[in-house]
């Protein structure tokens, strides 16, 4: 599977409740990183940067326990994988 695609369905799974957010995360964020190596060949690369951007910050503990301002929640992460998935 092409990386785009790979991405892609990685997406899909989380939005239909078939992954977790955590796993999705850890999923995204190794997939971006170490199984993407021509990313600057994919036409939506801005969109998986900006994706990767958030990923990045999610936090599975409560809000309240938060020490640092820009982590991101299951829902927010939900959100934008759902922009994301909008955009494509």
Request: glycine share 4%; proline share 6%.
């Given at each position: ?55 990045v910050y999610f936090s599975p503990f409560p809000r309240e326990t938060w020490e640092y301002p820009k982590y991101r929640s299951a ?14």
């Amino acid at each position: 599977m092409e990386p785009r695609d790979y991405s892609i369905d990685l997406m899909k799974r989380v939005v239909a409740g078939q992954i977790s957010v955590g796993d999705f995360c850890s999923g995204y964020e190794h997939h971006f990183n170490f199984d993407w190596p021509d990313r600057r060949d994919c036409r939506d690369i801005q969109l998986f940067q900006e994706l990767f951007d958030e990923v990045v910050y999610f936090s599975p503990f409560p809000r309240e326990t938060w020490e640092y301002p820009k982590y991101r929640s299951a829902d927010e992460i939900l959100s934008h994988v759902s922009q994301t998935l909008a955009k494509l």
